[in-house]
């Protein structure tokens, strides 16, 4: 069985967004560059025409890979996202002792992580999500980085 990801109702929406642009839009357009790039000649010298089938390669790549995430997809409904312990979901702020400091963190699949949202979105498949996953509110955990290992508490957690 493949593995589960889990996504926001936005973050589903945007991955079938994203995955009806490339069927039917950038699918013409790569098929048009590759039409005009042949028109071109002699195929074997044709930078073009190489760039263009790569382009068609990237694209045909994506299409599948966001096909497969989808099907795997586990779309999470606010109302089943709980606040006991961290999940998928969660929003965690944490006191890091080696920095001395709050953070916070929005837990979501991989396909949401963005290290430069406010709060910072961490994939549950990330060294910080990964040792959040499952604590609770007053739990140390360890965060393993290859910076080295940070001791951090968790100071809340919330939808």
Request: proline share 3%; aromatic share 6%; hydrophobic share 35%.
């Given at each position: 069985?493949?593995?589960?990801i889990?996504?926001?109702?936005?973050?589903?929406?945007?991955?079938?967004?994203?995955?009806?642009?490339?069927?039917?839009?950038k699918?013409?357009?790569?098929?048009?560059a590759?039409?005009?790039?042949?028109?071109?000649?002699?195929?074997?010298?044709?930078?073009?025409?190489?760039e263009?089938?790569?382009?068609?390669?990237?694209?045909?790549?994506?299409?599948?890979?966001?096909?497969?995430?989808?099907?795997?997809a586990?779309?999470?409904?606010?109302?089943?996202?709980?606040?006991?312990?961290?999940?998928?979901?969660?929003?965690?702020k944490?006191?890091?002792?080696?920095?001395?400091?709050?953070?916070?963190?929005?837990?979501?699949?991989?396909t949401?992580?963005?290290?430069?949202?406010v709060?910072?979105?961490?994939?549950?498949?990330?060294?910080?999500?990964?040792?959040?996953?499952?604590?609770?509110?007053?739990?140390t955990?360890?965060i393993?980085?290859?910076?080295?290992?940070?001791?951090?508490?968790?100071?809340?957690?919330?939808?």
């Amino acid at each position: 069985m493949a593995k589960q990801i889990f996504v926001s109702k936005e973050g589903y929406a945007k991955l079938h967004s994203e995955l009806e642009y490339l069927k039917t839009v950038k699918r013409k357009e790569v098929a048009q560059a590759i039409a005009k790039a042949r028109a071109y000649g002699d195929l074997s010298e044709n930078s073009e025409y190489d760039e263009a089938k790569n382009e068609q390669a990237e694209v045909e790549n994506r299409i599948a890979n966001l096909e497969q995430t989808i099907e795997n997809a586990v779309v999470l409904d606010d109302s089943d996202v709980k606040t006991d312990k961290v999940s998928v979901g969660n929003v965690v702020k944490i006191y890091d002792y080696e920095r001395e400091k709050e953070s916070e963190y929005r837990v979501v699949g991989s396909t949401e992580s963005d290290p430069f949202a406010v709060p910072q979105c961490v994939s549950d498949d990330s060294p910080i999500g990964k040792a959040l996953i499952g604590a609770r509110k007053g739990d140390t955990v360890n965060i393993e980085t290859p910076k080295g290992i940070y001791r951090c508490t968790v100071v809340s957690i919330s939808k």
